[in-house]
């Protein structure tokens, strides 16, 4: 399944910071067909360093989707029954303006003068998306670690447009440890003299910084049991330890080969907005508590999942989103996955997840039909 | 108590590597009083950034060691009953050869041509101290993290020569996350283009990359309840957030702070070496099985002590070294002490640590004597 990304353009998106971006761009794809009653259409939010390519094989690089296991004929976003829509996030590098954009205003890169953006920010770009589709309500919006976030912001925000609410491994506001992680990447890359404060675009971009924001990213993405089984203490490609700097072990050569891979996919300055915007997020600060955020609307069901590996959104987050939920008398189920693959399990363990998700989209789309 | 910082010099040392040193200093201090049997000595083992300066007030800076509240006077290694030495490891950047030093052969500092190190090398020049100081038995050897590596080389290697054994939040072997760390370390420093290679000794060192290195560090140390519970989600100085890339959050802010302060006190290249050295560490590959490397000896008492928040050097690694003791019918004491604090419980929250390590320490003393 080849699937083209498409762009949609809008004059202007107002954010939280008090700016209004002019004009803006998002980069979507969609997988399956919209039904006669638009009822059927699900949004798939993705994480720190996703794109709008979530299933499907890319024209471009012939590569399959973020997500592919999860979306896709007879998989658990089944595309034989939905129609699914994933877009690139607001601050982004991979189509949707971000501080890589040009600035019509002086025709050159925003850099650093791209405004501080926000989840809700994202979101609200992913409603007017919505909107331009013609989807007043959508069946589900579900999304892992971040994408969880933009899925609880969406619940919270817009409850009258979601049916269901499928947030995975995530949480209602980053812990100081998650900000903690999230500034030393960025301190990785603002330290990189490449980086330039931002202005780099003609130039060579921070790589060494950002490929050591993404090593300690890494790390946090798996479990000290599944590096554990993909590395152990191997070395790499000799029989004992070379007594140099070098790479030794083979979990330093996978960390170096990710990082720099990773370079070429992605822009220093989107990784800096996209984890601010992370560690912003605060859905319990909104209306005084977290059970307050979700006030609003009483018609989503939601779905929170989370795995017991995770120790990057450990699951008593997910527990403290259902809590809140329970509190004001929500349809919430949760459920807490067994998993050695730490926060990546939602992307790569995905057998009871789908069992999970496709049961809960079911029931919700009967319910609705 | 103010203690001055004594130095040891050595024709030679021998190395895992192959190399020979030649010449090396060793910096260390003592406290407390060797009685006359020389049955009352206790050797100190430091961890990655820690030095010889373990306890007391230091003439040069006033402060006090990093282990004050664990040496003293009454405190758990205490002054009063036991002869207390503590020495800056090998490679280390406080006074004992490393590659800072000047080598001898070029006039110019080894830099990135010191040789590469193990903990076995470590402990091998510890060693060459306690002869020089007439010491034939040490009443005890402890340490936390690589300190507590350095007291399990110790006990493996010159079993007769150590009474008693207290590894503390430790392990006998780095697991493939505890590398991963290290090497983004590593990676952080290497990619400060003010490393040049290690040759930056008369020039501005790869302070940047340091203070990432550091800051990636101080997070692994930390438990995420402890992080919550000093940072939380405060903000720095501010109601709101700055909507810019300033500090937003008190941690990020804390972290920065650690991170450059500790530039002023610590050379990158040997944060290079000692996390190397800490990497190769492995009992398990020495004779077969960890219980292998332990078979020598059968006099040494050990007391191993984790923590139950520590995540970095979590319980289940000093259970194995309980479980290889066990399975040789030594005699091992295990604790799993309640703390928030993470990795640096064995440093800040040392009330419990106290207790057992003096009943530890008293009834080891009275057999002997």
Partial sequence: MIVETQFACFN?????????????QVAYETYGELNETR???????????????????????GKPGWWDSMIGKGKAFDTDKYFIICSNVLGGCRGTT???????????????????????DMVRLQKMLIDRLGIERLLAVAGGSMGGMQTLEWAATYPES??????????????????????????????????????YYDKKPPARGLAVARMIGHITYMSDESMRQKFGRRLRGKDKFGFDFSVDFEVESYLR??????????????????????????????????????RKGNN??????????????PSYQSQEIVQALRSLNRDVAYCELQSNYGHDAFLVDVGEQTEVVRGFLASTYKARN
Same sequence: chains 1, 2.
């Fill in 300 to 313: 989503t069901r939601f779905l929170v999942i989370s795995f017991t590996s995770d120790w990057l959104y």
């Fill in 39 to 61: 009822s059927n259409a699900i949004l798939i939010a993705h994480a720190l360093s996703g794109d709008a390519h979530a299933a499907g094989i890319s024209p471009v690089d």
């Fill in 257 to 294: 080969y990710r990082g720099m891979q990773f370079v070429n996919r992605f822009d220093a300055n989107s990784y800096l907005y996209i984890t601010k915007a992370m560690d912003y997020f605060d859905l319990s600060d909104r209306e005084g508590s977290l059970a307050g955020a979700f």
């Fill in 98 to 120: 971000g501080p890589g954009s040009i600035n019509p205003a002086t025709g050159q890169p925003y850099a650093m003068s791209f405004p501080v953006i926000t989840i809700p």
């Fill in 12 to 24: 202007e998106l107002p954010l939280d910071c008090g700016a209004v971006l002019s004009p803006v």
């Fill in 162 to 199: 979601v049916a269901c609410a499928i947030p995975i491994a995530t949480t209602a506001r980053h812990s100081a440890q998650q900000i903690a992680f999230n500034e030393v990447g960025r301190q990785a890359i603002m330290s990189d003299p490449d980086w330039n404060d931002g202005n």
